[in-house]
């Protein structure tokens, strides 16, 4: 009931940026959050920025200070700018929701297919 489409992945040398976007779409009433995660081969799905409708922001500490989130309420949508990228932040990106859809109440949580960031040495 709720679409997430990510854009912006691909390949950039170690230094360089990269800006992500995601865009929800379909029977929204609210959108009380959203937030960016990645997964590394072999490794689990972390934690690299959320933000709530409200501007309150929460990053990793491994991307403090190179990463910046940003939410457009008004057109459901996210951004991760990220900054001197390292060959470490190669990963599958994945934008996450916390939405509530119309016709319903309660608060349900929405993953992206996700998008391939690779940061080359």
């Known amino acids: 009931q709720v679409q997430l489409v990510e854009s912006g992945g691909g390949l950039v040398q170690a230094g360089g940026s990269l800006r992500l976007s995601c865009a929800a779409s379909g029977r929204i009433f609210s959108i009380n959050a959203m937030g960016w995660y990645r997964q590394a081969p072999g490794k689990q799905r972390e934690l690299v920025a959320t933000?709530?409708?409200?501007?309150?922001?929460n990053y990793a500490d491994s991307v403090k200070g190179r990463f910046t989130i940003s939410m457009d309420n008004a057109k459901n949508t996210v951004s991760l700018q990220m900054n001197s990228l390292k060959p470490e932040d190669t990963a599958v990106y994945y934008c996450?929701?916390?939405?509530?859809?119309?016709?319903?109440?309660?608060?349900?949580?929405?993953w992206g297919q996700g998008t391939q960031v690779t940061v080359s040495s």
């Open positions: 996450n929701a916390d939405a509530v859809v119309i016709g319903r109440f309660s608060l349900f949580n929405y």
């Open positions: 933000i709530s409708s409200g501007g309150n922001t």
